[in-house]
């Protein structure tokens, strides 16, 4: 952090900062703040899908034994499904 204070709480850390904003609202500042332009690029995107409760579990469990993620798992499972029905097709 630089070495000047930020500029509503007056902190000298981000410790401070955070313990600053733990006890105020910033409604009560809004309008000692500045506006600022920021770039976002967002890369990926989460989609979830209703999956049945028992092939869940199923999923879980051989996640588990393989010392990965359900998630992670059902999306090497995914990939691997894709990229076959890509080359049968």
Known sequence: ?????????????YKEIGDFWDSHDLSDYWDKGKEVEIDIDIKSE??????????????????????VSADTLLNLWLQEKISHNIKMN
């Not at 952090?1 to 850390?13: F, T, V």
């Not at 989460?46 to 996640?63: M, N, P």
């Open 46 to 67: 989460i989609t979830l899908y209703a999956v049945e409760k028992d092939l869940s579990d199923k999923l879980q469990s051989i996640a588990q034994k393989q010392g």
């Open 1 to 13: 952090m630089k070495r000047d204070k930020s500029s509503i709480s007056k902190a000298n850390s």
